[in-house]
């Protein structure tokens, strides 16, 4: 029980927390916990959780992805165009528009990785790259997405949001099995130390690859689901997803410096902040001041992240001596 515990207690942690918001939040919603409610806030969580793993992805092998928003808005206005008429049509809009965030993400790895470029410098510069595609397929909000569709993945099946189902999915079917793979070995390898990977007969090359490919991935699957629940094309939807998705992980206990965290904490950090903006919209404070708390809580995530890595090479300093 304790190796458990001492394994995953920041996912722990992360998930005990969202339960205590989650209670405060029915117990003060006027319509309290019910279908409607629920499937209403787990919509609005899912979509930055999807941006959260995106994200995950970069920070997990020592990167950080400052694309995740642009990918979103990009790949949203695409849907606006793709995700309308048969259902053939509807699933190849849908398949494209998941080829696209794969693209974006290969293209961020190929300049991290063959470039030699800091992730952070090669993620803004192609950042506003696809922002300004997105703003020429979408100088407006517009567009339309199919209703059958927006009306499968957005309500609920009997009474449970069908995005929570969603969410448990990825957990479930993607992320513990990935975890026992060579990829997700790899991952924690690289993000813990790339010579020690490299020694070890890891293709860290690869593994940086498949990480922003990846990243790319969840970032068009959170505009997809954007385009899901607003049913339109926003161009403009990016900025606050990519600040919001690195507090995200770090909320859910991953940490800055690669190596440590989890796919299902960077989830319950996206749904713990959300969770926190949703019930500040009802606790009767000023409109004004709700953006200001949103950026002090930001601030203090990224705050603690960076203590974290802080912390972690004081340690290194006084064991090399």
């Known amino acids: 029980?304790?190796?458990?515990?001492?394994?995953?207690?920041?996912?722990?942690?992360?998930?005990?927390?969202?339960?205590?918001?989650?209670?405060?939040?029915?117990?003060?919603?006027?319509?309290?916990?019910?279908?409607?409610?629920m499937t209403i806030w787990a919509n609005q969580c899912l979509i930055l959780g999807l941006a959260a793993i995106a994200q995950f992805f970069a920070v997990i092998v020592r990167g950080i992805d400052l694309s995740v928003g642009a990918v979103m808005a990009l790949?949203?206005?695409?849907?606006?165009?793709?995700?309308?008429?048969?259902?053939?049509?509807?699933?190849?809009?849908?398949?494209?528009?998941l080829a696209v965030g794969i693209t974006c993400g290969l293209i961020n790895g190929m300049l991290v990785v063959f470039g030699r470029i800091q992730p952070i410098v090669a993620t803004l510069a192609t950042g506003?790259?696809?922002?300004?595609?997105?703003?020429?397929?979408?100088?407006?909000?517009?567009?339309?997405?199919?209703?059958?569709?927006?009306?499968?993945m957005t309500l609920?099946?009997?009474?449970?949001p069908t995005t929570l189902i969603f969410a448990l999915g990825i957990i479930t079917f993607f992320w513990l099995p990935l975890r026992k793979t060579g990829l997700g070995t790899g991952l924690y390898a690289v993000g813990s130390s790339e010579?020690?990977?490299?020694?070890s007969g890891i293709s860290v090359e690869k593994v940086r690859l498949a990480s922003f490919a990846l990243g790319g991935f969840f970032a068009a699957l959170?505009?997809?689901?954007?385009?899901?629940?607003?049913?339109?094309?926003?161009?403009?939807?990016?900025?606050?997803?990519?600040?919001?998705?690195?507090?995200?992980?770090?909320?859910?206990?991953?940490?800055?410096?690669?190596?440590?965290?989890?796919?299902?904490?960077?989830?319950?950090?996206a749904f713990i902040l959300?969770?926190?903006?949703?019930l500040m919209f009802f606790s009767g404070l000023p409109p004004l001041?709700?953006?200001?708390?949103?950026g002090l809580i930001l601030a203090g995530a990224i705050a603690i992240g960076g203590a974290d890595v802080l912390r972690v090479k004081n340690r290194l300093e006084v064991f090399g001596k």
């Open 195 to 199: 010579q020690a990977a490299y020694q």
């Open 289 to 294: 001041a709700q953006p200001l708390l949103e």
């Open 156 to 160: 609920d099946i009997f009474g449970i």
């Open 1 to 37: 029980m304790g190796d458990i515990w001492r394994s995953n207690q920041r996912e722990v942690i992360a998930v005990i927390v969202l339960a205590i918001l989650l209670t405060l939040y029915f117990s003060t919603h006027p319509s309290g916990p019910t279908t409607y409610v």
């Open 222 to 269: 959170a505009g997809l689901f954007f385009s899901f629940v607003t049913t339109t094309g926003d161009a403009g939807i990016g900025p606050n997803f990519t600040l919001n998705s690195i507090a995200a992980v770090v909320l859910g206990g991953v940490l800055l410096r690669g190596g440590i965290g989890t796919l299902t904490g960077a989830l319950a950090g």
């Open 274 to 278: 959300k969770t926190i903006s949703s």
């Open 128 to 152: 506003s790259l696809f922002l300004g595609i997105a703003l020429l397929l979408r100088p407006t909000p517009g567009g339309s997405i199919d209703y059958d569709i927006s009306d499968v």
């Open 75 to 97: 790949t949203n206005c695409i849907a606006s165009y793709l995700i309308i008429g048969t259902g053939l049509e509807v699933a190849g809009g849908i398949l494209v528009v």
